[in-house]
């Protein structure tokens, strides 16, 4: 018994080592699993089956006094067919979300640009009043008040990638901001002065237009009144754009592009001119000849305010101040599919836009009726363009659209059964108010005796104890907070500015001039005629600079004994100066 409970241990280990490590296969276990779900999927439509079929036979005998079968398939089909239309205008409402309306109040002007983040959390607004407002639909409540309101420059439209803003106003410099406001860079500008536009730097007239490309984040384009659409790069924006587009007349002139866009995939760019053209280039090449070319596509000198491609990239939507909305198919543009006309526009910035599904049209129009501007939203189907505001937006994600009224409001509209967030995560929200017993005080102990006494009172005695009056200063005069520090002003570069002098040495000249006298230590008292007489002997032992150029022709130097000084002729001098003779009678 003793022995084999000895030999067990070692046995034990020869057994462990000859164990291998179980392995599985893969596929195996995949083909399984299949088979295993198909087994269950055939098991449950045979029970339904089963139960279909007990069902049937389930039930009284039919009465003799009911009806007809062929009445009631007559009443089961008008029934289906009222139905069906139920259906149909359910599926239509369910499609656009115009059941709610929700209203933000941006400013007193109209409101021209929009711009959204990817998911829609986030978005800002431009208008007329010169002001950049910043909205989050988390941090709102029913007061739709939006958390920051900026102004970048004077006038602007507004375009957004997830993480910056790009601010394009009615000046020649393009602005990118971040998602707080805070503004990260400003585009160069052109020389005003160089007549080829591809020579410059940027652009040298106000701008029109911007947008961001939809695949490369640091990458956007502008145009201009100076007749260019530039290809910006956002790290080296500061100092020249990428490339310069050129767009062109039917006779080969200069003609202003009033908008621009890229296409969804990024391989197209186009841009809308005063002439009524659209212009096409390819994206990435010389940008010299134009890929595609509608010259004619709206009435010349009307301006084409919005460029939109649809989500697959086979339809282009166009809107111009001639008052049409025109639908194109880019493989063949002859003619155009489609055409609204009588859609009146007063605004240089009125956008068109495709429905997330590319099933509706959209654009906004202005008219003006006993001195007021009124708005609408119209909506066309693209098969058939039947009719079903300045800006408009639909954002596919949270499913809600987005109109900018010419009297500063901004309207949403949304359903909630096909919606979600956006909107509905602040309609609900009550408004914050702030009252005074909500706020919270950090808690003191009142001690007057363990407080230092003063030093002498009145009575020329000191004081050993506080009145509650004196402890409750001291307690505010130490809880008030540090005075701030002011920044120290920036040190000047130049000549000076704002009675300021500038620093000694700050250019080339002055640092120069500065060392020479530093070096040579010159005694202000010192009386120069002296200062240059001490070197008189030395320079005529060993002269340098007057007497070596003389040295063959003149060796002796002559000098002449008296200098005469020149005659001013009376003809040259001012009739005031000149001499008169009088005549005195006898």
Not at 33 to 40: C, E, L, N
Not at 477 to 502: C, F, H, T, W
Request: proline share 6%; with cysteine.
């Amino acid at each position: 018994m003793d022995k084999s409970s000895q030999d067990s241990p070692s046995e034990h280990i020869q057994s462990n080592s000859k164990k291998a490590a179980r392995r599985f296969d893969f596929e195996l276990l995949l083909k399984e699993t299949i088979q295993s779900a198909a087994d269950r999927c055939d098991h449950a439509c045979a029970d339904e089956d089963s139960i279909s079929d007990e069902d049937s036979l389930i039930g009284p005998p039919i009465p003799n006094d009911t009806p007809s079968t062929s009445q009631t398939f007559e009443s089961i089909d008008s029934s289906s067919s009222d139905e069906d239309e139920g259906i149909e205008e359910d599926e239509e409402e369910n499609k656009i979300p115009l059941s709610h309306e929700a209203e933000l109040n941006h400013g007193s002007k109209p409101v021209s640009a929009f711009a959204f983040d990817g998911s829609g959390a986030r978005f800002a607004s431009g208008g007329y009043d010169y002001s950049v407002s910043l909205w989050d639909f988390a941090g709102m409540d029913a007061s739709m008040k939006s958390f920051r309101s900026l102004h970048p420059f004077e006038c602007h439209v507004i375009n957004q990638t997830g993480d910056s803003i790009l601010a394009v106003s009615g000046s020649a410099q393009a602005k990118i901001l971040d998602r707080d406001g805070r503004e990260l860079i400003e585009c160069v500008k052109g020389d005003q002065y160089i007549v080829d536009m591809s020579k410059t730097k940027g652009h040298i007239a106000q701008l029109n237009g911007g947008c961001w490309h939809p695949t490369s984040r640091n990458e956007f384009i502008t145009c201009s009144d100076d007749g260019t659409v530039r290809v910006w790069d956002y790290c080296t924006a500061k100092k020249s754009q990428s490339a310069v587009i050129k767009t062109k007349t039917k006779s080969g002139q200069r003609t202003v592009p009033t908008c621009c866009t890229f296409s969804r995939d990024g391989k197209l760019v186009a841009a809308g001119c005063n002439d009524g053209s659209i212009q096409m280039w390819q994206h990435g090449k010389l940008y010299v000849n134009t890929a595609k070319l509608i010259r004619d596509a709206h009435n010349n000198g009307h301006d084409v305010t919005s460029l939109s491609f649809s989500y697959d990239d086979v339809n282009l939507l166009s809107r111009s101040m001639d008052g049409s909305l025109k639908l194109w198919d880019v493989r063949l543009l002859k003619h155009p599919l489609h055409v609204a006309e009588g859609l009146e526009n007063m605004f240089p910035s009125t956008d068109c836009l495709f429905s997330p599904r590319n099933e509706y049209c959209l654009t906004g129009t202005t008219l003006k009726r006993q001195g007021h501007c009124l708005g609408e939203l119209v909506i066309f189907e693209k098969n058939s363009f039947k009719e079903g505001v300045i800006r408009v937006a639909w954002h596919p994600r949270i499913n809600q659209i987005f109109c900018g009224t010419t009297s500063g409001k901004i309207r949403i509209y949304y359903n909630p059964k096909i919606s979600n967030r956006g909107a509905l995560m602040c309609i609900s929200k009550p408004i914050k108010r702030v009252r005074p017993t909500d706020a919270v005080y950090e808690p003191f102990i009142i001690a007057p005796n363990s407080l230092p006494p003063r030093k002498v009172g009145r009575d020329g005695f000191e004081k050993e104890h506080y009145t509650l009056r004196q402890m409750l200063r001291a307690v505010r005069y130490a809880q008030r907070p540090p005075p701030k520090n002011r920044v120290p002003e920036l040190p000047v570069s130049g000549p000076g500015e704002r009675g300021r002098i500038g620093a000694a040495g700050s250019t080339l000249h002055s640092f120069v001039a500065r060392q020479m006298g530093l070096s040579r230590k010159i005694d202000d008292n010192e009386d120069p005629r002296e200062a240059i007489l001490k070197h008189a002997k030395a320079a005529e032992e060993n002269p340098y600079w007057v007497a070596p150029a003389y040295k063959k022709t003149q060796p002796h130097p002559v000098l002449a004994n008296k200098v005469e000084e020149e005659e001013v002729k009376d003809e040259l001098e001012p009739v005031y100066k000149q001499k008169k003779i009088y005549e005195i009678s006898a």
